[in-house]
């Protein structure tokens, strides 16, 4: 049930309740219904990408590194005798196929990274934040104050992908210089807060409108923390930074 009630006065004086009392079942029904599909949509997201970064590790670049080993063979073999046009163009070759591996490498690792299955969270936002560091000069600190053992694989995973999100668009959006990530388990929950000291933007209230605005990947960031029973808050302000805090809630 729905309840609502307000408070009626006559010449400024309170006189009765106006109470409402709304049956609400089916809507949560479907609500939930909703919430369970798109677990399960997420969770077979996850798979095909596990299967798609497995892929291109296995079989794509793995054919792409023999390719550039016979093209560096090729090359260096003096029995070729090859003209220095020739050798010029296999050069050419040879950079372009280990660029386009080294890129296929990053794409996989993108899509699933093996750090997140082999090592857990923190080593995940270790390795996003190295990446930031080296690709984008953004200062990039990891704060934690918890104990990963104690968090479940699926929970890991989410805040994994959130943190993902938000340093994406800092990357993308923010110009900013310095981020702070930081964890921590308290109180029964679970605290992800990623700051960042970038230009910021207006951010619509309520959260549900993020939709409308063409920030779909806020969206989602607010629909995964929901999954977990939990809640996403973002705090921004023009020219001051942005404040993204996540929180789940930890079982025992």
Known sequence: MELATRLITQNGQPVAFHNIARDVTE??????????????????????????????????????????????????????????????????????????LDSLRRYAQELRPAILDDMGLIASLEWIADNLIAEDGIDVNVQVDMRERDLPHEAQLTLFRIAQEALG???????????????????GKLTMAITDNGKGFKVPMPLSQLGSTEKLGLLGMQERAQLLGGTLNIQSELGKGTAITVEIPLEG
């Open 169 to 187: 668009n800092i990357k993308r959006h923010a110009q900013a210089s310095e981020v702070v990530i930081r964890l921590e388990a308290a109180a």
């Open 27 to 100: 809507e949560r029904k479907v609500q939930d219904s909703m919430r369970f599909y798109l677990q399960k949509a997420l969770v077979a997201q996850e798979e095909e990408r596990k299967r798609i970064a497995r892929d291109l590790h296995d079989d794509t670049s793995q054919s792409l590194l023999l390719l550039t080993h016979r093209l560096d063979a090729i090359a260096s073999d003096p029995k070729n005798k090859l003209s220095k046009p020739v050798q010029e163009k296999l050069s050419e070759l040879h950079s372009l196929a280990v660029e386009t």
